[in-house]
């Protein structure tokens, strides 16, 4: 992402739960904006505008918001759902400087298949890493086209994109391809099959 998206929002002036029932059917998300030692700042952010961006950009999206007049760049850090309803319920979000480096999890994401009978093992679907705050990958792709059952790849064998330290011990797993178990083979023939049956 080589810039912070823009949104629109409104400082907050009521709170507890029935203030945040009016602001959703407002169509509105409650929201805290802090770090960096300031005092939180209680906002209220366009529901469809800020789904929108999860949708397109992923939870590590990095904000311009525009609270009447000032400008804040803020980074998503918690994004609570309703379990059942499956709308956004409140957002923690945290101030960040054009330049700094931020700690986030990046979704791993594997493409290519492996050899034949084989079988793919991922065992880590994020990795941490520190990077930009402007600069935050929005995954991270691994290869594991035709690798061979055995071959294991580690956090520390995984190619960052440029400015990205590794924030994981390097020897984490994350793909182990294994031998594929085969099936026992079916009987032969009929008479085969009716012994078996009968057994």
């Given amino acids: 992402m080589s810039d912070a998206l823009r949104i629109p929002s409104t400082t907050r002036t009521e709170f507890g739960k029935g203030a945040a029932r009016r602001a959703r059917r407002d169509a509105l998300v409650p929201a805290v904006l802090y ?3 300031a005092d939180p700042i209680h906002l209220n952010l366009p529901s469809r505008e800020f789904a929108g961006v ?3 950009h992923g939870t590590n999206a990095v904000l311009t918001l525009d609270v009447e007049g000032a400008e804040h760049l803020a980074l998503v850090k918690t994004v609570v759902v309703h379990p059942i309803r499956n709308y956004i319920e409140h957002v923690d979000l945290l101030t960040v400087k054009r330049g700094e480096k931020v700690v986030v999890e990046v979704r ?6 492996s050899a034949p009978q084989t079988i793919v093992y991922q065992d880590v679907t994020t990795i941490r890493l520190q990077a930009d705050a402007l600069a ?4 991270i792709k691994i290869s594991i086209e035709g690798l ?6 580690v956090a520390g064998e995984v190619e960052l994109p ?8 390097a020897d984490t797993l994350l793909v182990n391809i294994a031998e594929q ?3 026992a083979d079916e009987p032969a023939d009929e008479d085969e099959a009716a012994a078996a049956t009968e057994a």
């Fill in 35 to 37: 770090g960096h030692g």
């Fill in 54 to 56: 999860l949708r397109n």
């Fill in 108 to 113: 791993v994401v594997l493409v290519g298949e």
């Fill in 136 to 139: 935050i990958p929005e995954e």
């Fill in 148 to 153: 061979t059952a055995g071959t294991q790849i």
């Fill in 162 to 169: 440029a400015g990205s330290v590794l924030e994981e011990e």
């Fill in 181 to 183: 178990v085969q099936q």
